[in-house]
């Protein structure tokens, strides 16, 4: 089942598919199993949930004099330096996480490749990065024209199985990536040991962690740089915009550097031009709405995951049902909030008649990411003029045939449902809705198997 869930078609049936629907009481108690349970709303029964749920991204009135001021200063774009939103939601986030500095960028992608750049990586390098993921994590890599070498997916946490780096390490490897999905820590303190014995970089891409905790630290300061982003349906939105965060000024420099034209400045000022770079400046419009919604953030973050535990200690008790599990010590902020699911608890109902299940009792819930390596992405890529020319056939040939291997990652994509982070911050009643939805589906599966 292949692409069954891209994240905007998501959002796209999770505001449209709850309208028309009837409510249904919710049953609480661990376990529903009852021949009598209300039917599923694809057997006739009444849908599980009908309030819909909360849209995103979601603003305040209140914001508008911030942006009106921005607009008539005249002072749009960052980039004399000089003050402005941007400085200002650059320390404010620093702040937040703990880290030293912070570099606003124009999206989470730009603050990727600034971070790759920075830490040295280059033409003809290799970076082990996590396949469980957006497209966009190793777009970064594939643009400073560097090979993405997937480690494997530890399926009970979705996140890059440590134990599988260091076989994956060459001569060539520059930088580790791991990926903090759905805002769920990677297990850093083995990545970071790992990273430390090959001499290697650690570029956290926490695009979808903001505020989460790994062992006391927030994500994004627990490597070299960290990366995020704030596109429109992220957490902290707007619109597009992205930014680096890390603990050495030297760093932080070399990246204001790289994201301004090249340009000198702080640790290298009157050096002029002194390395490559690129316009990835956000604009004090972004700043302004990022800096409304710092402490909208945390509130929220809060809510998503008191309604996250109390969904997860509910869902375990139904048999094929595997909360995802987190590394010790840490907390995640749910991007998605997804649990592992086995056709045998449910009498062989595979994932997508699940799915399509649960959309109809008006929770919509997707399939997590699929197995992108076998699009073709990667074709293009090895057969380009570029990546011939910087690696030898048998080295890409491997390579390919690499991804055969990714077996925890097959099995991830293959198992995870989800919801969307939106859904977490409605009241209680609709997570019981959503519970209820699961034990309804449950119940009858052998009747939604026969029907299907
Ligand atoms: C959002 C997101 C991106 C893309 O970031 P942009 O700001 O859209 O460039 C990439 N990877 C992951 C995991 C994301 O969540």
């Known amino acids: 089942m292949k692409n069954y869930f891209t994240r905007r078609g998501f959002i796209r049936t999770a505001a449209a598919s709850s309208a028309a629907l009837t409510w249904l009481s919710a049953r609480s108690g661990p376990t529903v199993f009852a021949a009598d349970a209300a039917k599923p709303a694809l057997l006739g029964g009444k849908p599980a949930h009908t309030g819909g749920w909360p849209k995103w991204p979601d603003w305040r009135e209140s914001w508008e004099p911030d942006i009106l001021k921005v607009l008539r200063s005249g002072n749009w774009c960052r980039a004399g330096g000089g003050p402005g939103k941007v400085p200002e939601f650059e320390e404010a986030w620093a702040k937040l996480l703990g880290a030293k500095r912070s570099l606003a960028t124009a999206s989470g992608t730009t603050a990727l490749i600034t971070s790759l750049h920075v830490m040295g990586v280059d033409a003809g390098d290799e970076v082990i990065c996590s396949p469980f993921t957006f497209s966009a994590t190793y777009f970064a890599i594939l643009a400073h024209k560097a090979l993405p070498v997937f ?33 769920m820590p990677c297990d850093m303190d083995p990545i970071n040991a790992i990273a430390r014995k090959h001499k290697l970089a650690v570029v956290e891409d926490s695009w979808q962690g903001w505020l989460a905790e790994y062992k006391g630290r927030k994500c994004g300061t627990l490597g070299d740089l960290g990366a995020f982003s704030f596109q429109n349906s992220k957490h902290i939105p707007a619109g597009e915009g992205g930014a680096v965060t890390g603990m050495s000024d030297e760093l932080l420099d070399r990246c204001f550097a790289y994201h301004n034209c090249g340009r000198a400045n702080g640790t290298f000022k009157g050096r002029g031009l002194f390395t490559r770079g690129g316009n990835y400046r956000m604009q004090h419009f972004q700043a302004a709405l990022l800096l409304q919604q710092i402490d909208k953030l945390v509130k929220e973050t809060e809510v998503r995951r008191a309604n996250a535990d109390y969904l997860s200690a509910s869902l375990a008790k139904i048999p094929g049902i595997t909360p995802v599990r987190l590394p010790e010590n840490s907390r995640a902020v749910w991007h998605l909030y997804p649990w592992r699911y086995n056709p045998e608890g449910f009498n062989g109902l595979s994932k997508g008649q699940f799915c399509r299940a649960m959309g109809a009792e008006g929770i919509s819930c997707g399939g997590g990411y699929s197995e992108q390596y076998n699009d073709g992405i990667f074709d293009e890529t090895i057969n380009s003029t570029g990546y011939k020319r910087l690696w030898s056939a048998d080295r890409l040939k491997a390579y390919r045939e690499s991804f055969k291997d990714l077996k925890g990652n097959a099995r991830a994509c293959a198992e995870t449902v989800a919801i969307y982070q939106s859904m977490l911050l409605a009241d209680r009643s609709a997570m019981d809705h959503i519970l209820e939805a699961v034990r309804k589906i449950h119940a009858h599966s052998a009747e939604l198997v026969k029907k299907a």
């Open 151 to 183: 480690a494997d997916t530890d399926p009970a946490t979705l996140t890059m199985d440590p134990k599988s780096i260091e076989c994956r390490i060459t001569e060539r490897t520059k930088a580790i990536m791991p990926v903090h999905i759905y805002g």
